[in-house]
């Protein structure tokens, strides 16, 4: 299935291997989170600007009336949750992807008390923590960040990259 990307992004993803147990690189959990979030109805877009920064997956339902946020990383748990902690003012739900081995040793406590949930990732998408819903959403960010992901011309491809 192809992942729809602002043509003006560079490619960042490669495709995920099914013979890989562990994703080696960090574009490698892009894949399953994007089918993830599919297999749940959403349109996944990749690198969306949103003021100085990138969110790395923006999730928009189908009706546009949701929004969700991915920040992934290998293992930098706390450069994760600092990323995603901006992303809480535009997106209805925030989560953090991590590789399966470091996913399960995060603290809980730091994304609790934010409502940052967590997802653990080989292969498959696992919830870890669920997201709560974000408290800071501000109204005009998240038009801004949805806005943003659907104007863009997005490449229609069969290959995810």
Not at 100 to 111: K, S, T
């Amino acid at each position: 299935m192809p992942i729809e990307r602002c043509t003006r992004l560079k490619p960042c993803w490669s495709s995920w291997s099914s013979s890989v147990t562990h994703p080696v690189i960090e574009a490698e959990l892009i894949p399953p989170l994007v089918g993830h979030f599919r297999n749940r109805g959403f349109r996944v877009f990749g690198e969306v600007p949103f003021f100085l920064r990138r969110v790395d997956v923006l999730c928009i339902s189908a009706l546009g009336a949701e929004i969700v946020a991915v920040e992934a990383k290998m293992r930098k748990w706390q450069e994760a949750l600092h990323q995603a902690r901006q992303c809480l003012t535009c997106a209805d739900f925030v989560y953090v992807a991590l590789a399966i081995q470091h996913a399960h040793r995060a603290p809980r406590r730091p994304f609790k008390e934010l409502g940052i949930g967590i997802l653990s990732v080989d292969g498959h998408v696992e919830e870890v923590l669920p997201a709560r819903r974000s408290p800071y959403r501000c109204a005009a960010h998240a038009r801004r960040i949805r806005e943003t992901a659907l104007r863009h011309d997005f490449l229609e491809r069969g290959d995810v990259r």
